[in-house]
């Protein structure tokens, strides 16, 4: 999905480096396998998925947590995608993780009782807590599950929420430009940046909700992000 949604035709993917690295171990040059996107001054790098569902189920979680070591050793930052199952490759990456979002929607029963099973399996694995970020997206979609219900279904509450913008959304989709990277201003996009914030230990020149209307069920995330100081805005300082 990432690539689609980024309009990215990629000539290689983690498939593909994982069967050089069965042949080789030394010796590859990872970039060969990423596939770059550039956005006016902005870049990064992503390592598509597997474009068949025979090599995404044949994806060793050895080779794989080393892609990533290496990975983690060439960038700032690598951010995993992964699937909503707690396979065996799925823990390995939660292990090699410093943070591990659980990104969860408030819409029908059956998407909380998942919600659930979840934040119970993930909170079972005896992570510490400031690994895990519980995020809500869609938070002011129109249903009738009440917000404070569901964390106490839970029993926890959310780190972060994202307001429900599907206008934004879809245009991001249909131009393959990233909210955050958008010169026209959305609600959801200047969220993320301050979510991004947070992962990062870094402010940005917009990073307050005023300029737009307040969407968190705890008046605009109780205000926490103006009210933060520097040394202690972000994630990885706690």
Not at 89 to 105: A, C, K, P, Y
Not at 165 to 172: I, L, Q, Y
């Amino acid at each position: 999905d990432v690539c689609n949604y980024l309009q990215l035709q990629p000539q290689k993917t983690v498939a593909d480096l994982q069967q050089i690295m069965q042949l080789q171990d030394k010796g590859i040059d990872m970039r060969e396998y990423l596939t770059p996107f550039l956005h006016m001054s902005t870049s990064f790098h992503v390592l598509p998925c597997p474009r068949r569902l025979d090599e995404a189920y044949n994806m060793d979680p050895k080779i794989v947590k080393e892609i990533v070591k290496r990975l983690q050793a060439m960038f700032d930052y690598v951010i995993i995608d992964t699937t909503s199952m707690f396979s065996v490759l799925n823990l390995e990456l939660l292990d090699l993780s410093t943070i591990v979002m659980f990104l969860g929607i408030v819409d029908f029963i059956p998407t909380i009782k998942n919600m659930k099973i979840g934040s119970d399996t993930l909170r079972s694995l005896s992570y510490d807590k400031n690994k895990l970020r519980f995020i809500l997206n869609r938070s002011d979609a129109k249903t009738r599950i009440g917000f404070a219900d569901v964390e106490r279904l839970m029993a926890t509450k959310f780190d972060y929420v994202l307001p429900n913008d599907f206008a934004a959304s879809s245009k991001s989709i249909q131009t393959g430009v990233p909210l955050v990277l958008d010169s026209e201003r959305s609600a959801l996009g200047e969220s993320m940046k301050i979510l991004v914030g947070r992962y990062t230990n870094r402010t940005f020149a917009n990073k307050t909700v005023e300029n737009y209307e307040p969407y968190d069920p705890y008046e605009a995330q109780r205000r926490a992000t103006e009210q933060a100081s520097e040394e202690n805005f972000g994630w990885f300082s706690k």
